[in-house]
Each structure stands twice: as C-alpha cells, then as structure tokens.
C-alpha cells in the first residue's frame, strides 16, 4: 500500500454531517456564520488568545496581515520554508529578503535577520518551521530596535507551546495535510484589538456594515462548510497528537541503531517526521518510492534558490539552509499509519543500500 506524508486525518463522519443539517437549516452559508464563530471561539480559548479571524486559507491569512500592518519594500524571510511563506508576500508587490536558518531550531536565524535589515525593511516574518518555535525573544528585540512589525507563519505550529500570541499576528494554516484542517483554510491569531478589527473588515472587502466601505479589502472569509470540517476536526486533535507522538516514539525505537540518519524531535503537535540523512538523501528518497513510501524533502531548494528568486538572488551564503534541503527527508505519519507501516519504512531506511552496493545500515 502506497504512503504518503501529509494524509489528511479525516475526522468524525457523523458529527461533520450534523454541522452540515446545521447549515441546511440556517441557510447561512458564508459571511461570517454561527460555525465560523464557534471556531473562532473555540482556538481562542485552546491558544488563550485574544483574537482569532479565520480566513480561506494562510496564504492570504498572512497576506491580510501584512497589509493590515502597512507593509512596504521588504520583509525579511527565512529561506528554509514552504514557498507560499514568500509568494504571499511577492505576490503583493513585497520584497521577500531570504535569511538563513539556525542550525539547532531550524528558525529564522536572529543574528542574521540583524545584518540584513536595510532603510526598505518594515518586517520580519518567522516561521516555526515543523512546530518548533522561533526564538521569539530575541527576534523581538531586534524588531524593537529596528522599529519594524514581526509576526509569524505558524502553519506547522498549531497547538505547540506557547503559539498563537507572538508578534503582531500569527498565522495557522488548515490545510487538508495539516494537523487540524477544514478541507482549506486558515487562522489570524493576535492580542491586538486594533489589527484585528482592521484584519476583520479587509477580510470582507472593507465592509463594516451593510453599506459602508471604511477601507480596502478582499474576499478571505471562510464558509461555513469549512468551518464544520474544521469544528469536527479540531475535536480529535487530541487524539491526531497522541497517535502522531505514539509514531514518533516507534520511528525512534526502530531507528535507534541505524548510524546513517537521525531523527529530529518535533514540535509539540508531532505533525512532522523529519529525518536528517547524512548519506545520499535522494538514493534513499528513490528507495522508499520504489516500495510504494512516498517521503517528501521538504523544502528542497530552499526558497532562495525557487523560481523565480534564484533570478535575482545575490549568491549570499546560505549554509545551513543549503545543506539541509539537501539532507532532510519528511516520512509518514498521522492516524492512517500503522506500527507495521513504520516498522516497513525503517526496514527499508535500515537496508538501504548506497551508491556503491554497500549495506550502509547492518545490524
Ligand atoms: C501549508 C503552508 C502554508 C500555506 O498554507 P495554505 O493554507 O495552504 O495557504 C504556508 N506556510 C507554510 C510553512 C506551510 O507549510
């Protein structure tokens, strides 16, 4: 059987189905729903935040957000993200400056987010890459001292510590492969009244009743549909975070002797497996899709060198950055994985054999 990274967990049927006789029977589809509200509601008391303004998806999540703050000329990035990171700022006439990454966290690099601060900066823009955190202290000071915004992209990071009030804003994405989806979607989170009235009309054109336009806005809502699958699904998110860790614990038992990869611990939510190859990643990679294990090098190139800013970029080092697209290595999880599935993959990893027809992992 075929295994991909990123199954979607599919919650409950048949609570999902009665959200839907909800809807019927409201005839309220969309626009700011009872559903909508209710989760909302209900991450805002999960991530004790203040606010939460769900959207269509993180993409424009953090696109509303950076419009909101008033951003111009650049926003400093990590490079080692998943491309919509920068296409969301790209595509709104921003300029994604790429920073590299620490190599313990995996984060935007706080040292190096310093030397790449110009007069055209307004922001830094962290991600809490595999729901580990950013080193949001330090980051935050820099942005002081600089006067410039920081918020997060928090797609990986749903209901890791301390997630959901850092920075200006922060943003989850619900995305079918995410830890909680709602088919699509996404999560504003922010302690910050002001931006989140202003995030909540330009999520609906600029409305701010039936009439009246107070600003610029766009069509970010999300529907009512969305928000049953994700009211159904944020119910067993406890259950998709004891199943995920209980599958880290077995990838870590049985690779515990193989001397070629090591397993890196994952964010709070476990949504991510992520090995660190050191031998020939992509002979491993092409080894675990021969017998049917779809494994996914995520991010490989680092945004730096994606079309289309390999273009113009300058050719500044990207160490860490460079060497783990290379090295890195995403395996599958979640609730339709078996022990057995887990024991196969790192039979597979285990008895690998490298270039030169040697077994590189006996025992
Ligand atoms: C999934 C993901 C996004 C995009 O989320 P969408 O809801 O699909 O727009 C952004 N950033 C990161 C790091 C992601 O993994």
Known sequence: MTLHVGRPNLPNKTQFLSYLTGIWE?????????????????I???LGVEHCIAVANATIGLQLVAKALGLTGEVIVPSFTFIATAHALSWIGLTPV??????????INPERVERLITEKASAILGVHLFGRPCDHA??????????????????HAFGCGGIGGLGEAEVFSFHATKCINSFEGGMITTNHQVLAERLRLMRNFGFEDEDLVV?????????EVHAAMGLASL????????????????????????????LHYPGDNYQYIVLEVYGDRDGLYEALRSEGVLARRYFNPGCHKSFPYAFAWSGRQMTVTDYLSAHVLCLPTGMSVTYEDIERICGIIRNWRDGDGSIRNSS
Not at 27 to 34: I, R, V
Not at 215 to 223: A, E, H, T, V
């Open 26 to 42: 409201r005839n309220w589809l969309t626009n700011d729903g009872p559903l909508v509200q209710e989760f909302e509601q209900k």
């Open 44 to 46: 805002s008391k999960l």
């Open 98 to 107: 790429f920073c590299d990454i620490d190599r313990h966290t995996w984060c």
């Open 138 to 155: 330090r980051l935050s000071k820099i942005a002081r001292a600089h006067e410039l915004q920081l918020f997060y992209d928090a797609a």
């Open 215 to 223: 600003s610029l806005g766009i069509n970010g809502k999300m529907s």
């Open 235 to 262: 119910a067993q998110f406890q259950d998709v975070v004891l199943v995920n860790r209980q599958n880290f614990g077995v990838y870590r038992t049985c690779l515990t002797d193989v001397l070629d990869v090591t």
